[in-house]
């Protein structure tokens, strides 16, 4: 009597989880279960670990412009488009002002991530999900490792990862080039087909996907950073990465 009331025990949490997961998440079933062999996970920082909605990096891209602003000796409108210019050009606008005015990429990184953070909330949910999270975690970020720093220790999750991959370890050759994801995997002797690639800007998934990683894009309207969003090379989609990090801990637990 005691086995077949265990064996009606799992029957019911698997049944649950399944009514749970069909709820709650917009990626199939079937396909979810992929991610249960993973044992790399690369994250993006900005507008991925924390919501774009807090508008953290609209504060980083005003203190770009106020820097070429200010190098340039150049109005706050011609440094804007200057700015986009080379952002869309280069990929980032540090990359630009590097190869075309030889700047100083710390005076640069150190002036523009000089930014007010204090009102970011921790996030328990989160680091609940983080922590639970099997395998290996790095942040891959083409910003540098003391802003990294900066803002997972203040929405407290900076302990949940292994390393943070930054512009500098790419030598300023930023995400999408992919000899920065090579770089990466390289250093940490990463197997791609058992990596999980997590990011708001879709172009960036495309180099982890040709390289055989599982991909994850987090859904926003940034017009930027939506473009190539329905490409073959998205595996996964989400808007809630806590609730979509939830699910594969599930599924393991199941």
């Not at 800007?201 to 990683?213: C, D, F, H, Q, S």
Request: include cysteine; charged fraction near 35%.
């Amino acid at each position: 009597i005691a086995r077949r009331q265990r064996q009606m025990c799992i029957r019911d949490r698997f049944y649950s989880f399944r009514t749970i997961f069909r709820s709650r998440c917009r990626n199939s079933y079937k396909k979810m279960k992929e991610l249960k062999s993973i044992k790399y996970w690369i994250f993006d920082l900005d507008n991925t670990l924390y919501s774009g909605k807090t508008k953290v990096f609209e504060q980083v891209d005003k203190k770009m412009s106020e820097y070429i602003s200010k190098k340039l000796n150049v109005s706050t409108a011609e440094a804007k488009e200057i700015q986009k210019n080379y952002f869309h050009e280069y990929n980032t606008t540090l990359n630009g002002m590097i190869k075309n005015h030889k700047i100083d990429a710390d005076e640069f990184l150190e002036f523009v991530h000089n930014i007010d953070i204090d009102f970011l909330k921790k996030d328990l949910i989160l680091g609940e999900e983080l922590k639970k999270l099997d395998g290996k975690k790095i942040i891959f970020t083409n910003g540098s490792r003391k802003h990294a720093l900066n803002v997972t220790k203040r929405i407290g999750i900076d302990h949940y990862f292994d390393d943070i991959f930054d512009i500098f370890d790419c030598e300023f050759v930023p995400k999408p080039a992919i000899q920065s994801y090579k770089k990466l995997v390289e250093k940490h002797k990463i197997d791609p087909k058992l990596c999980g690639f997590v990011e708001d800007i879709a172009r960036n998934l495309k180099p982890a996907y040709e390289m055989g990683m599982k991909t994850v894009w987090i859904e926003n309207d940034e017009p930027w950073a939506k473009k190539f969003s329905d490409g073959d090379f998205i595996d996964f989609k989400t808007n809630n990465l806590s609730e979509f990090l939830k699910q594969i801990n599930l599924l393991k637990a199941a």
